[in-house]
C-alpha cells in the first residue's frame, strides 16, 4: 500500500477525516483533536484505488510516541493497523529513538502485545474509554 507522511494534522485531511469517522462518530469520543497534532508526524495508508484506509501519528513526548492509529471499517481485518505501526516505528528509529510508547485502549490491547509491546503502569480512562500505556523496544 501506499501512504503519506505530513507534518501537522492541518496538512493531512485524510488523517483528520478517517479520525473523524473511527474516533468520534464510531466510538463517541468528543475530544479526539489536540495540541499534539500540530507537531505529530501523520501516516495515511491508501488502497489502489487512493482511497484512504488507516491512520496513525508520532510525536516526541519526553519519548518517541505512537497514537490515534485508527483504520476505516471497511477495511478492517487486512492487517493496515500492524502496517501503520510498522512504518511509525520505522520512523521512529529514523529519528533515533530506542524505545517507543503508546497509550492503548484495553480492548486493542491483545493487539500491540502481538506487535511486541508491553504493558507498563496502571489502568486510566480518556473520556469514558479505559487505557493503558504500553511500551516497546525498537533495537
Not at 483528520?16 to 473511527?22: G, N, T
Not at 495540541?35 to 489502489?48: P, Q
Not at 480512562?125 to 487505557?131: D, G, I, N, S, V
Request: charged share 30%; net charge negative.
Amino acid at each position: 500500500m501506499k501512504y503519506t507522511l505530513s507534518k501537522g494534522l492541518n496538512n493531512s485531511p485524510d488523517a483528520r477525516a478517517i479520525r473523524q469517522s473511527v474516533f468520534v462518530e464510531e466510538q463517541g469520543f468528543e475530544y479526539e483533536f489536540d495540541d499534539i497534532d500540530e507537531i505529530a508526524l501523520h501516516l495515511v495508508l491508501y488502497d489502489e484505488n487512493d482511497n484512504p484506509c488507516a491512520t496513525g501519528r508520532l510525536f516526541f513526548d519526553g519519548c518517541m510516541k505512537i497514537g490515534r492509529i485508527a483504520v476505516m471499517k471497511e477495511y478492517r481485518g487486512q492487517s493496515l493497523g500492524s502496517e501503520v505501526i510498522a512504518i511509525l516505528e520505522e520512523k521512529a528509529l529514523e529519528s533515533g529513538a530506542h524505545h517507543i510508547e503508546l497509550s492503548a485502549q484495553i480492548q486493542a490491547k491483545d493487539f500491540y502485545k502481538k506487535l511486541g509491546y508491553t504493558e507498563i503502569g496502571e489502568i486510566y480512562k480518556e473520556e469514558f474509554c479505559p487505557h493503558i500505556k504500553m511500551f516497546k523496544d525498537l533495537k
